[in-house]
Each structure stands twice: as structure tokens, then as C-alpha cells.
């Protein structure tokens, strides 16, 4: 990867994480955390502690060939081409980035319990670090 697209990977997780941190502000969900590991990006904890990963993309070819290795981890695309926008370009992604998230969170279909999660999680970091 060139240094423009690691950048420009890195704005859009930037602004997945302002979704993710108004979404928290307005109560639609009870925290996240930033894990950048084994093909999630984002953790988000919902009001009734189920837990949904979250991977973010700047593609939709780079969507597919998430879902292609991780077919349990849904993904948001957060499409621009630049590393510097202006704060209405860059408003208009946050939104369209928190509705992506809330449509996720309505299916329910990638949720699962938050202590299972980190019951999973704890195991293999252990594995990892063992060896």
C-alpha cells in the first residue's frame, strides 16, 4: 500500500470514530472501543451490553475482500479520495457513516453477548502471547 492510501484509510477510521463517538453522545449506543485487530476495527457496546464488531473500508472492493476472510464482521465504506476536506464534506461522511452503523445495529444480526466477546477475545491474546 502507498503512504496516500494508508493516510486516507486512516481519515476514514477517523471519521467512523466521530460516528461511532456521536452515536455514544446520543445514547444510540453505551460506549466502543478502537481494537484494529483480526479484521475489526471498531467494537461498539449497545444500551443492552450485546457487543458488534465493525470493520471500516474506503472501497467497496476493499468491503468484499473483508467479507471474503471475515464473513462475520459486517463492514461500513466510508468512500472519499482525499486526506484534507472541508467540514461539510467531511459532516456529510460522519452521518452517512452513523446511519451505516445504526442500519447494522437494527438488523442484530452481527451482534452477540459483550462478556462472550471478551471471553473469546482474552483467549486469544493468551494464545498469542504463550507462544
Not at 500500500?1 to 453505551?30: W, Y
Not at 461522511?93 to 445504526?102: G, R, S
Amino acid at each position: 500500500m502507498s503512504d496516500i492510501t494508508d493516510r486516507i484509510g486512516e481519515v476514514s477510521e477517523s471519521i467512523a470514530r466521530t460516528a461511532c463517538e456521536r452515536l455514544r453522545e446520543q445514547g444510540k449506543i453505551r460506549s466502543y472501543l478502537c481494537v484494529d485487530t483480526h479484521g475489526i476495527d471498531f467494537l461498539l457496546i449497545t444500551s443492552c451490553w450485546q457487543a458488534m464488531p465493525l470493520q471500516v473500508k474506503t472501497s467497496w472492493f476493499g468491503a468484499k475482500r473483508h467479507y471474503k476472510k471475515y464473513p462475520g464482521i459486517p463492514v461500513i465504506v466510508i468512500r472519499h479520495r482525499s486526506v484534507r476536506m472541508n467540514k461539510r464534506r467531511k459532516r456529510c461522511l460522519v452521518e452517512t457513516a452513523e446511519f451505516q452503523i445504526l442500519e447494522l445495529l437494527a438488523v442484530r444480526k452481527y451482534t452477540i453477548s459483550f462478556m462472550f466477546f471478551l471471553f473469546v477475545f482474552s483467549r486469544k491474546l493468551q494464545s498469542r502471547y504463550a507462544a
